[in-house]
């Protein structure tokens, strides 16, 4: 859970990271360690499931913003609305 | 011999990014009562004329993480950055520039703290302000001629420190202030809360009732009602809630009872705000 946390927290503050997510996901996620349920439910954004596992929510929030993820999509994916 | 340092005022703000991003969509006449509450708190601080402000917040994982995440922090830098980024200057509608530190203070008061068996982390430099900070001395200090000593306090990711803690933490702040002659004239002030969830299902709720009867618990000054939290009862008015603990810190430093200059539940804002000082 630390990896995806500090993921979350990378994209947040480090632009590089960010755009390298955007353009390669799995590369950036292979550098993390992410694997298995957390790398598919990071790279499905499924907010909800990451909330329900532990992922602090500022993080979430933030992080979505960073991937210029709607801010009423993001509600509507941690209430679960959208998959 | 020199004059102790007094701590002169105290007071208490919420920190919403929407008080100064987007203060207009709030319903009608809810802005002008914050502002003008704001503006209250601020002549009441210009009066008491303070050579330095202890100005104690939470940080939105702007600086710390989850590799590393105190439960308090003492920053005694010369100056701060804030907004941290451009883009936050922008959502905020608050002028990125830096603001002064009053650093001989911050270190006294992180020396302090460890001689009084507290635990702080210690923040030399690099401490950069979000909502946190930039918001409420948007409004209090618009010119940032104050110089500050920012104290951080874990309120955004559970397990928190105790409200009791919170409270004698700011208990100390005050015998710091008192043990030191460089900054006479010292006040404190917390922002944060009240009710809100960030990143959450809820987000846009206001639980009033819980920020109601603490606004009345803080105006009592019974420093036992105001530390009577469990961490349950506060998650009842969302993650965001847990904030109140800056309230507590700077509570704590002037042990007296406060007065309630506003609260409106702004769901725009997505808070329950309000802004108080501390009746001295």
Known sequence: MYALHKLLWDIRRDGAVKARYVEEPDAVLDEYGIEGDWRHLMKTLDFKALYERGINPYLLYFCAIQLQVDRAEYYARIRGEVN | ?280
């Open chain 2, 1 to 280: 011999m020199s004059r102790t340092g007094t701590v002169v005022g105290a007071f208490m703000a919420s920190h919403s990014p929407g008080i100064t991003g987007w203060p207009e969509r709030a319903q009608p006449g809810q802005q002008e009562a914050v502002e003008q509450a704001y503006a209250e708190a601020r002549r009441r601080l210009d009066e008491l004329e303070p050579d330095a402000i202890v100005a104690v917040s939470v940080e939105h994982f702007t600086n710390f993480h989850l590799g590393n995440l105190p439960a308090f922090a003492i920053a005694t830098g010369d100056s701060y950055l804030g907004p941290v980024t451009a883009e936050m200057a922008s959502f905020l509608r608050v002028e990125q520039h830096r603001y002064p530190g009053d650093a001989a203070l911050g270190r006294h008061l992180y020396e302090f703290a460890l001689e009084s068996e507290f635990d702080p982390s210690l923040v030399e430099g690099g401490l950069d302000f979000d909502e946190n900070f930039c918001v409420p001395f948007k409004h209090l200090d618009p010119e940032s001629k104050y110089p500050l000593v920012p104290v951080i306090v874990n309120g955004v990711n559970p397990p928190w420190p105790t409200p009791k803690r919170c409270y004698e933490f700011g208990r100390m702040i005050r015998r710091a202030v008192e043990a030191q002659t460089q900054a006479q004239r010292v006040v404190v002030v917390g922002t944060g809360g009240l009710s809100h969830w960030v990143g959450l299902p809820e987000s846009g709720n206001i639980n009033a009732e819980f920020d109601r009867d603490f606004l009345a618990r803080l105006e009592s000054g019974d420093p036992a009602r105001l530390t009577d939290y469990t961490r349950a009862e506060i998650d009842e008015a969302g993650n965001g809630a847990h904030e109140i603990r800056t309230w507590l810190v700077a509570a704590g430093a002037v042990e007296s009872p406060f007065d309630v200059l506003v609260y409106e539940a702004v769901p725009e804002w997505l808070t329950g705000t309000s802004v108080a000082a501390a009746r001295l």
